[in-house]
């Protein structure tokens, strides 16, 4: 019984992630898979600046097996080289690498960080709203807020006035105040909590805190009421929340030359 109720349920989540839109299966995401790679050598995160000899004996023997890909990849001498250089240049070597393996080293180096893009995905997870459309619409209609009018970098690298300007567009192109406030607060929201869980340190600090919205507010209009007619078609609408396995189970049952069971 234990187990079917356990195949039950996962039947049900993913006719729940089908029916919202979402992708049958929760994705993997870079962190998360980086994060299972170190975990594969016995690495936690406090084993990252551990002095420790058994941390340092795990980290060594990961450093290894990574730089051994490395070498595969770009020679004995550049990988050297690279090992001694903390330039911005030296870290596009990283790009080489398949994508857990570079999230492991990033993460081992310190180098780890999110580009605003995929701070939404992170943030459902951490937030574990993962099969909430709503939610998830909320988060990626900031992004989109953003996306219109900036390049995807990472939090930290958007200025004050990249933010105002932002801003700016969105009043010119007819967006109410207080939607822009909504996003921004999501946007907030968002990357304190993503910086916050992931220990993203250097993108804590962002230009997305306490913006000046010109007119808040002053451009809001009363909704008009529905009138008698709209109220009644309204009324007139029938809902329909059965689910697949009713309207399965229905379809089943009418046929004919079928058995109940």
């Known amino acids: 019984m234990r187990r079917c109720l356990k195949a ?6 993913e006719f729940d992630r089908l029916r ?23 690495i936690s995160r406090e084993d990252f600046t551990g002095e420790e000899l058994r941390s340092q004996a795990k980290l060594s023997v990961c450093f290894d097996s990574l730089d ?32 857990r393996e570079r999230a492991a080293l990033e993460l081992l180096k310190g180098d780890f960080a999110l580009t605003f893009s995929e701070y939404p995905e992170e943030y459902i997870r951490l937030k574990g ?13 900031a992004i989109a807020f953003v996306q219109k009018f900036l390049p995807d970098k990472r939090p930290s690298e958007y200025s004050r006035v990249e933010v105002r300007k932002l801003i700016d567009q969105h009043i010119e192109v007819g967006l109410k105040t207080q939607s822009i406030k909504r996003c921004l607060s999501t946007i907030r929201a968002m990357i304190n909590k993503v ?12 230009a997305f ?20 007619d709209q109220l009644q078609e309204l009324r007139s609408i029938k ?8 309207q399965l189970a229905i379809t089943v049952s009418t046929a004919p030359n079928v058995v109940a069971v």
């Open 129 to 141: 709203r993962i099969d909430d459309k709503k939610f998830s619409n909320e988060v990626n209609n």
């Open 239 to 246: 809902a329909d929340r059965s689910s697949e396995l009713v």
């Open 195 to 206: 910086t916050l869980e992931l220990e993203l340190r250097e993108d804590k600090v962002h």
């Open 68 to 99: 051994d890909l490395l070498k595969k990849q770009i020679g004995n001498e550049e990988c050297l080289h690279w090992a001694n250089d903390d330039t911005p240049a030296a870290k596009s070597v990283y790009e080489v690498l398949p994508e």
């Open 209 to 228: 805190e306490k913006p000046d919205i010109p007119g808040l507010g002053e451009d809001a209009e009363n909704r008009k009421e529905f009138t008698f």
């Open 8 to 13: 039950n349920n996962e039947v049900e989540r």
């Open 20 to 42: 919202s839109g979402f992708p049958k299966e929760v994705p993997k995401l870079r962190y998360g898979s980086g994060i299972a790679l170190l975990e594969e050598f016995n």
